[in-house]
T-cell receptor, first 113, second 114 residues
Framework: GESVGLHLPTLSVQEGDNSIINCAYSNSASDYFIWYKQESGKGPQFIID?????DKRQGQRVTVLLNKTVKHLSLQIAATQPGDSAVYFC????????????FGTGTRLTIIP | KAGVTQTPRYLIKTRGQQVTLSCSPI?????VSWYQQTPGQGLQFLFE???????NKGNFPGRFSGRQFSNSRSEMNVSTLELGDSALYLC?????????????FGPGTRLLVL
């Protein structure tokens, strides 16, 4: 079946550095993608989203890049802070009429002070 | 605006029992989805409700069911609990089904089946 996968399960980054989390998806019909952050004991928190008619979207300290040719998206976090330590999930929203989220396995980001 | 709320936050049950979890969406949100999160399977979609109707369903057995009320609040029920049902159950709400709206998650209900 269709799936959304992550390249790296863990990532450690020095505080203040930039981090990049990658995600591959397999459903070429996917047209809406979301990045979530999940801290221990909490539900996933929305970070940023992007639709397939865009290849880049920026938020506060975060940027999402979408490459539809290779079915890949990434989350860039600038000037990482200790509070950025969490598990990050990419999710794909299905087609209209099938709006369920398919999640990747997640990447655990650890910020080293 | 208050976020998605879920009750109870923690629950311990024994095999064979049933359980009902509750979710109150963000005010004005009409779509409610449920997900199961386990270390082994990750986040998996259970079902989605909109205007009191189940619109999408994931690949879970019939022991998992849900409903939505006219005020958009939703409940999910798991009957004949099994050890493998131990998980974090997450509810997410979104504004409308007409477009691909962002889903916002609650804190989850952690269910432990003994």
């Amino acid at each position: 079946g269709e799936s959304v996968g992550l390249h790296l399960p863990t990532l450690s980054v020095q505080e203040g550095d930039n981090s990049i989390i990658n995600c591959a998806y397999s459903n070429s019909a996917s047209d809406y993608f979301i990045w979530y952050k999940q801290e221990s004991g909490k539900g996933p928190q929305f970070i940023i989203d992007i639709r397939s008619n865009m290849d880049k979207r920026q938020g506060q300290r975060v940027t999402v890049l979408l490459n539809k040719t290779v079915k890949h998206l990434s989350l860039q976090i600038a000037a990482t802070q200790p509070g950025d330590s969490a598990v990050y999930f990419c999710a794909e929203n299905g087609d209209f009429g099938n709006e369920k989220l398919t999640f990747g396995t997640g990447t655990r980001l650890t910020i080293i002070p | 605006k208050a976020g998605v709320t879920q009750t109870p936050r923690y629950l311990i049950k024994t095999r064979g029992q049933q359980v009902t979890l509750s979710c109150s969406p963000i005010s004005g949100h009409r779509s409610v989805s449920w997900y199961q999160q386990t270390p082994g399977q990750g986040l998996q979609f259970l079902f989605e409700y909109f205007s009191e109707t189940q619109r999408n369903k994931g690949n879970f057995p019939g022991r998992f069911s849900g409903r939505q009320f006219s005020n958009s609040r939703s409940e999910m029920n798991v009957s004949t609990l099994e050890l493998g049902d131990s998980a974090l159950y997450l509810c997410a709400s979104s504004r409308d089904r007409a477009t691909q709206e962002t889903q916002y998650f609650g804190p989850g209900t952690r269910l432990l089946v003994l």
